[in-house]
């Protein structure tokens, strides 16, 4: 669904891949660039309109007193904010900049919306103080460069304006492509920097998503292809300061998902890339010399399940390792190989479950050992595990080591070794019942993206310590209304708290306290000791989705912050430039020197735009930053808290019953008309970050999570508005993850987006069984009256466009201003609608209908005449399913009975209604007869209906519907059948009949009608 007012989006519209040719289509220079010099140099932070809560001019000036000014740049500029020169002798700069209003999602107050502004002023570096003298239209002020140390800000005007140091930004990529995904390694004076190029289809048929004054009849543009992925290299020499290449690792029409880089002992820069070739994404590797010299391919991966995310070190003898996620034995597992001379070994199998394993991590120590790390789902929640591996002519492996293994959320740990080999672990933390039971009538779980922090570790021997002084307690709290306010301190309401739905206000959605919002560390040590953390933030509270200056939106701002620990205390954190962007960025960090990072990091220029403005192509463009970031720091030995070793704790009972549900809703096999069915349990309505209102959805990454463990699904509907705003780069990626997780007989993603038109047209989501087509655009909204004969057009023309690639649609909160009045259907392209949405309400439209909207508490708006009873009234033939959207977890199923488990067969389950909607692990088999849930049939004589329920508790209530009105009532035990038989029924009669049941636990399911004509 759409929370905000519909709003014109200026962009342009992404393009499709050539899979199995792998054609050249759009061919990027493979000449080097010229080089990049690195200046010697300091950089700070200067902020205005901190705690503004209106409009403000904020114009003004910088001079430096004993150092040269070489560049100023806008942090947060919009509309007409701008930077000049104003004199070239004396090295001032002068700029235009208001603090103003900024776009963000539905649910912030005006003051939320009010963000500070502020510019990055770069000067040479200095050995003696330098003194900036600013003048404002607000006030003036004066600061030194040594007035404050990183991690730490100097407040000015009574708090209105701060500066802080923060690393020194170098832009090293500047295409009109997205750059992404950097990996870091260095040996001696190199360093390397592998990245993933993504290019652009033709920008001559791209469409605006909004606007559109025509209905199309010609769709084929929307599946036009894209120039692909490619991956590079770059070189940077320590000594000379220079940044060389890019050096190009594979062609230019890979689909790639993430990169990796090593330095082995002969100085051969290794680079692992995931790659699909011939549907599946194995790894591969190639090195390089400093001038870009390539070795051949080689490919470490054979095995038919897919493998992604690599990670790679290099052990003190010089041999490079490389670690990834890949699926094996029906399973998610984390694997590894070691470089044999020009080649690696065979794979090894690190993680030990039979439950998924995500997010490897990797770390070399001193003394020859290498540390793999990763999370596992096995005992019902995540859980931190680490082994320590070695070659002895084949890979050895200790015992796994658990790190953290509560049953709270505990998952993507990063690794770092110290000089004294002690091993650091980083990894994020949220409450238990991850992705478990929240939504509007359900908070017994915590949903995705609540309550995130980051907790650290060291690991001595296999005894485990935490630092005196928690990283937690100076990492920001819940976020404020502007991200350079104070946060706010914990401690923090205990989640999952199912009193939170006794909360809810009517009309409103189950509220979500106010908590953290750390996420994704990154760990480095350098030679002194200090340990680094660097990890992302939001831009505040009201999470603004896009800027003035790029008109986009793509999904909530965050931002990377460092923290560092010197041994008797953490400090920080500090904010980084240029870091603005998605969630789920993963900067790498080197350790150059004592006291001296760089990192490597990808920024979207929705706070920082180009000189030139960001190109308006996609409305943001990602390219790659150098961070070099000096630390001013007093090291000394850590100061550290034996906690010994971690017993990992006993599962919660919930998980093993959740299992036993879920076997068997998957071994349960009917037969029907001599067809053997398979139940297929799914989700057909999420969003992630890339949402423009996703604030609290969490990453991508995350929603495959949810869908492959904490939900257990068979099928997948994935993710966002429009592909992500329909931005050509977003839609990219999340179709290149539903192919990446694509889990033989486990999960099936589908092609899916959600397309968003107010009442009376409605909301919908759309779903296709093949990769590559984009998002329609928008014809005006139609009036409400009169109806236009033949219905909505846009929504004719979105029939049309559904029929031509073969998808189907399905309305959603179908009885609120998102929903419709029914002025459009057409079976074939839109087969059922969604009955119940966990974030919001039930829209069947009885009397006795549970958890369902009223006029007096209904979720986004009351609409009578979008209750789906008004529809079968009208001989609509819907079946039924019911989904998540925003934030909801684990309480709305799409169930759908397959013949197989392949993407076309559940399209054609769904296309004959085959489907079901559920809040649990409900198993529903409605048949008349050879027919079954869904069919539309003429019987002779009066039908009779054979009910089976499979149910996670008895039931309380279980009803067979006729043509709106209830005609047989029974309960029973958790295993119910029985059978009803429409004695009434007389030759002639045409009607619908449907099964609704709640158990004595509250939980529900919804059976797909079928239409019986007598005869």
């Not at 492996?397 to 049953?407: F, G």
Request: net charge negative; proline share 7%.
């Amino acid at each position: 669904m759409r929370r905000g007012p519909a709003r014109i989006l200026l962009i342009a519209l992404g393009a499709l891949a050539i899979f199995g040719g792998r054609r050249f289509l759009y061919p990027q220079a493979s000449t080097p660039a010229a080089p990049i010099t690195s200046a010697n140099a300091e950089s700070f932070l200067l902020i205005v309109g901190v705690g503004d809560k209106a409009a403000a001019n904020w114009d003004g000036s910088i001079t430096a007193t004993g150092g040269t000014i070489l560049s100023l740049t806008g942090w947060r500029f919009e509309d007409t904010d701008s930077v000049a020169r104003s004199d070239a002798t004396a090295g001032a700069f002068s700029w235009k900049m208001a603090v103003r209003m900024a776009g963000a999602g539905s649910g912030d107050s005006d003051d939320a919306l009010f963000q500070e502004n502020g510019v990055i002023v770069t000067i040479a570096q200095s050995g003696t103080p330098v003194t900036f003298d600013v003048k404002t239209t607000q006030g003036n002020f004066s600061f030194t460069s040594q007035d404050v140390s990183f991690g730490a800000r100097k407040p000015l005007m009574s708090g209105r304006a701060l500066v802080m140091p923060t690393a020194i930004p170098l832009q090293l990529t500047s295409s009109d492509e997205e750059e992404d995904f950097p990996a870091l390694a260095q040996s001696g004076d190199d360093v390397y920097l592998a990245y993933t190029r993504f290019v652009h289809g033709d920008r001559t048929k791209a469409m605006g998503i909004d606007g559109l004054k025509t209905a199309l009849t010609d769709f084929s543009f929307l599946s036009r292809p894209t120039g692909m992925d490619q991956i590079l290299l770059l070189h940077y020499s320590k000594a000379q300061r220079v940044w060389t290449g890019p050096f190009a690792v594979t062609s230019p029409t890979e689909d790639a998902m993430r990169d990796a880089v090593a330095v082995d002992g002969q100085g051969r820069a290794w680079v692992f890339y995931s790659t699909q070739r011939n549907g599946n994404f194995d790894i591969y590797a190639r090195n390089s010399l400093a001038d870009g010299t390539m070795s051949p391919e080689i490919r470490l991966t054979s095995d038919a399940g897919t493998d992604v995310f690599p990670v790679a070190a290099t052990d003190a003898t010089g041999r490079v390792w490389v670690a990834w996620q890949g699926y094996r034995n029906n399973n998610l597992e984390i694997l590894a190989a070691a470089q044999t001379g020009d080649t690696f070994t065979s794979e090894t199998v690190v993680s030990t479950s039979p439950a998924s394993d995500w997010d490897a991590a990797i770390a070399a120590a001193p003394n020859g050992e290498v540390a793999i790390s990763w999370d596992t789902y096995d005992k019902g929640d995540y859980d931190v595990y680490l082994r320590r591996v070695r070659f002895t002519g084949q890979i050895g492996m200790d015992d796994p080591i658990p790190i953290a293994a509560t049953l709270n959320f505990e998952a993507r740990s990063s690794l770092a070794y110290d000089g004294q080999n002690r091993l650091w672990i980083a990894y994020e933390v949220s409450g238990p019942k991850w992705g478990k039971d929240f939504g509007a009538y359900d908070t017994t779980g915590i949903a995705i993206y609540q309550n995130h922090t980051i907790q650290v570790r060291c690991l001595m021997g296999n005894d485990l310590y935490t630092t005196t002084e928690d990283v937690a307690d100076v990492l920001p709290g819940a976020p404020a209304t502007q991200l350079f306010l104070p946060t706010k301190p914990g401690p923090f309401p205990a989640q999952p708290d199912p009193t939170l739905v006794q909360k809810r206000q009517p009309n409103g959605v189950a509220p979500v306290p106010a908590a953290p919002t750390n996420a994704f560390p990154r760990l480095a040590t350098d030679p002194d000791g200090t340990v680094y953390l660097a990890f992302r933030q939001l831009t505040g509270s009201a999470a603004i989705s896009d800027s003035s200056s790029t008109g986009q939106a793509i999904g909530a701002i965050w931002i990377g912050s460092v923290v560092y620990y010197d041994g008797a205390q953490w400090h920080g954190p500090g904010v980084l430039p240029n870091s603005d962007g998605l969630g789920d960025t993963r900067p790498p960090i080197l350790a150059l020197d004592s006291g001296r990072l760089l990192i490597g990091q990808v920024s979207d220029h929705r706070l920082a735009p180009l000189p030139n403005g960001t190109p308006q192509v996609d409305s943001a463009n990602s390219d790659i930053y150098a961070l070099e970031l000096p630390v001013a720091r007093q090291q000394q030995s850590p100061q550290l808290q034996k906690l010994g070793q971690v017993t990992p704790d006993v599962p919660d009972p919930a998980a093993a019953a959740e299992a036993a549900a879920d076997a068997l809703s998957r071994s349960y096999r009917p037969t029907v008309n001599g067809q053997q069915l398979q139940l297929l349990r799914g989700d057909f309505h999420r969003h992630t970050e890339l949402s423009f209102d996703g604030k609290g959805d969490g990453p991508l990454v995350d929603a495959y999570r949810y869908a492959i463990d904490a939900a257990s699904l068979g099928w997948f509907g994935c993710c966002d508005h429009d592909d992500g705003g329909a931005r050509e780069y977003s839609w990219w990626m999340t179709q290149k993850f539903n192919d990446a997780y694509t889990l033989p007989s486990k999960m099936l993603p589908m092609y899916y987006y959600e397309r968003s038109v107010a009442y009376p047209e409605g909301h919908r989501n759309v779903l296709f069984a093949t990769r590559g087509i984009r998002p329609l655009p928008r014809l005006p909204l139609s009036a409400y009256s009169p109806v236009p004969a033949g219905g909505a057009p846009d929504t004719n023309m979105l029939y049309a466009y559904l029929r031509f690639f073969g998808g189907i649609s399905a309305p959603h909160t179908t009885a609120t201003d998102q929903g419709t009045d029914w002025r459009n259907n057409a079976p074939d392209v839109e087969p059922f609608v969604e009955i119940y949405q966990g974030a919001r309400q039930d829209y069947e439209g009885l009397v006795d209908s549970p958890r369902a909207n009223t006029p007096l508490d209904s979720i986004s708006g009351w609409e009578f005449s979008g209750y789906i009873t008004g529809a079968l009234a009208r001989g609509y033939p819907l079946g039924f399913e019911a989904s998540s959207d925003h934030i909801s977890t684990h309480i709305a199923f799409a169930n759908v009975w397959v013949t197989a488990p392949t993407r076309a067969a559940v399209l054609d389950a769904m296309k004959k209604r085959h489907i079901y909607g559920s809040t649990d692990y409900i198993v529903a088999d409605f048949r008349c007869g050879t027919h079954f849930m869904g069919d539309a049939f003429t019987n002779t004589g009066a039908p009779v209906f054979t009910v089976k329920l499979f149910g996670t508790a008895p039931f309380q209530s279980v009803v067979v519907v006729k043509d709106g009105k209830v005609v047989y009532s029974t309960s029973g035990d958790r295993v119910l059948s029985f059978t009803y038989a429409d004695t009434a029924a007389k030759s002639g009669d045409k009607s619908y009949y449907y099964v609704r049941g709640a158990q004595t636990d509250g939980q529900i399911v919804w059976v797909s009608p079928m239409w019986v004509t007598v005869q």
